[in-house]
T-cell receptor, first 114, second 114 residues
Framework: DTGVSQNPRHKITKRGQNVTFRCDPISEHNRLYWYRQTLGQGPEFLTYFQNEAQLEKSRLLSDRFSAERPKGSFSTLEIQRTEQGDSAMYLC????????????FGPGTRLTVL | AQSVTQPDIHITVSEGASLELRCNYSYGATPYLFWYVQSPGQGLQLLLKYFSGDTLVQGIKGFEAEFKRSQSSFNLRKPSVHWSDAAEYFCAVGLTGGGNKLTFGTGTQLKVEL
C-alpha cells in the first residue's frame, strides 16, 4: 500500500495522559499536514511541514501539542496532558510542494479521552 | 479569514436521481476549490478540484462541479446517484499562498434511498 498510513487507528486514554500518533506519508511527498476533525465538523488545519521544517501552526495547536518530522519522512503528533476536548479524529495528509497539488489523506487516528 | 459554508447538513435522494450539493466560500481572491468524499472508516478522497480555466470541472465517479465567481459558489453535481455514493461530502478552499492548507466546510451527509 503506497498511500498515507497512520498509527494507531484508535486510541483510548485517560485524561492527563500523553499520547503520540504517527503518520507515514507517501514516500516522495515533501509536504505533510495535520488536521483535526470533531464530530459533525469538517477537518481543521493544525500544522504543516515542508520536508523537516514546520512552517505553520494553527492557533488550535495549544502548547500541549507538538509535532515533528525529524528526517522529512514520517511525522509524529504528541498531545501532553490530554483533556476530554482533545477527543477527535486526527488526520494526516501529504502532497508534493506546489499550490496545485492534491493532498492525499490517511485514514486518521481516532482519539477518545475518558 | 476564509470560510466555507455547506448549508445542507443532510440530504436524502433516491438512487438514480440527480444530486446537487451546495458550497459557498468567502475569500478575498479566487481560491483553489476542492470537493472531498469521506466514507465511514475511510480517509478523505479527492473528487475534483478547480484552480483556473474552465469553470465546469469533471471529477471521479461521475461527479462534476461548477465554479461561479459571481455567487462565490462551487456546487457539486451528479446526474444519477448510485447507492454507493452514500457518504459525507466536504467542500474545501485552499489559499493562494500559505502552504496550500485547506479550510473545510462542515460537510453534507448524503443518504441514498433504494
Amino acid at each position: 500500500d503506497t498511500g498515507v498510513s497512520q498509527n494507531p487507528r484508535h486510541k483510548i486514554t485517560k485524561r492527563g495522559q500523553n499520547v503520540t500518533f504517527r503518520c507515514d506519508p507517501i514516500s516522495e511527498h515533501n509536504r505533510l499536514y495535520w488536521y483535526r476533525q470533531t464530530l459533525g465538523q469538517g477537518p481543521e488545519f493544525l500544522t504543516y511541514f515542508q520536508n523537516e521544517a514546520q512552517l505553520e501552526k494553527s492557533r488550535l495547536l495549544s502548547d500541549r501539542f507538538s509535532a515533528e518530522r525529524p528526517k522529512g519522512s514520517f511525522s509524529t503528533l504528541e498531545i501532553q496532558r490530554t483533556e476530554q476536548g482533545d477527543s477527535a479524529m486526527y488526520l494526516c495528509a501529504s502532497s508534493l510542494r506546489g499550490q496545485a497539488n492534491e493532498q492525499f489523506f490517511g485514514p486518521g487516528t481516532r482519539l477518545t479521552v475518558l | 479569514a476564509q470560510s466555507v459554508t455547506q448549508p445542507d447538513i443532510h440530504i436524502t435522494v433516491s438512487e438514480g436521481a440527480s444530486l446537487e450539493l451546495r458550497c459557498n466560500y468567502s475569500y478575498g481572491a479566487t481560491p483553489y476549490l476542492f470537493w472531498y468524499v469521506q466514507s465511514p472508516g475511510q480517509g478523505l478522497q479527492l473528487l475534483l478540484k478547480y484552480f483556473s480555466g474552465d469553470t465546469l470541472v469533471q471529477g471521479i465517479k461521475g461527479f462534476e462541479a461548477e465554479f461561479k465567481r459571481s455567487q462565490s459558489s462551487f456546487n457539486l453535481r451528479k446526474p444519477s446517484v448510485h447507492w454507493s455514493d452514500a457518504a459525507e461530502y466536504f467542500c474545501a478552499v485552499g489559499l493562494t499562498g500559505g502552504g496550500n492548507k485547506l479550510t473545510f466546510g462542515t460537510g453534507t451527509q448524503l443518504k441514498v434511498e433504494l
